[in-house]
């Protein structure tokens, strides 16, 4: 079975500090890789996605991601955080699936706050 | 255009109401998906159209019933509901085929149940 496991569901950092959202997968098969972000009352937007074609990925607002097979981790980072970051986000594996459709599982979340 | 639009914004119903939730993409995307989401949770499936037809349902009480009338369309018919179904509705659209693809979420729609 596929899942996604996200370690801290509230990180805070201050302005300009690093940012980094942990996430570790299990996976029987290569694993498709996201994160997301959700800002407050709205839906959720990709900021980047892993799809076996590198293993560092780079995403949008500064954000990166890099895959690490041996610790099964896909960790998001960003090198200088910024006040309009504080949001949700979402790491999501992409399931096998019979139709013409992704199956999702997304981690439980992690709130970033970034401190003035 | 890379937009997924979800009306009404918000809704409040009684539980005797019928109310629908509708969503529409105009990106080419053979597949539509319906979440729910509660405060602090992940989005959790509900429902998924694959070319019009529904592939899968999450085993929802049939008081959500959605609906596909067409490739840009998903709608989320509404009746009878509990108090425990308030929460944030999203539809999202993908392209079909590769799991590779990611999924273009629609603002969601606030729901209350009173």
């Known amino acids: ?116 | 255009d890379t937009e997924v639009t979800q009306t009404p914004k918000h809704l409040v119903m009684g539980m005797t109401n019928k109310k629908s939730l509708k969503c529409e993409q105009h990106m080419g995307h053979r597949a539509m998906y319906w979440y729910k989401q509660k405060a602090k949770k992940p989005p959790e499936l509900m429902f998924v159209y694959s070319y019009e037809k529904l592939s899968i349902n999450e085993s929802v009480p049939s008081r959500f019933s959605p609906e596909c009338p067409n490739s840009s369309l998903l709608n989320l018919h509404l009746h009878a509901l509990q108090p425990e179904d308030s929460a944030l509705y999203l539809c999202a659209s993908s392209q079909e085929g590769k799991r590779s693809y990611e999924q273009y979420f629609g603002p969601g729609t606030r729901l209350t149940v009173t």
């Not at chain 1, 990925?57 to 006040?83: C, D, Q, R, W, Y």
Request: charged share 15%; net charge positive.
């Open chain 1, 1 to 116: 079975a596929q899942s996604v496991t996200q370690l801290g569901s509230h990180v805070s950092v201050s302005e300009g500090a690093l940012v980094l959202l942990r996430c570790n997968y299990s996976s029987s098969v290569p694993p498709y890789l996201f994160w997301y972000v959700q800002y407050p009352n709205q839906g959720l937007q990709l900021l980047l996605k892993y799809t076996s074609a590198a293993t560092l990925v780079k995403g949008i607002n500064g954000f990166e991601a890099e895959f690490k097979k041996s610790e099964t981790s896909f960790h998001l980072t960003k090198p200088s955080a910024h006040m309009s970051d504080a949001a949700e986000y979402f790491c999501a594996v992409s399931l096998p699936g019979r139709g013409g459709y992704q199956k999702v599982t997304f981690g439980t979340g992690t709130k970033l706050q970034v401190i003035p």
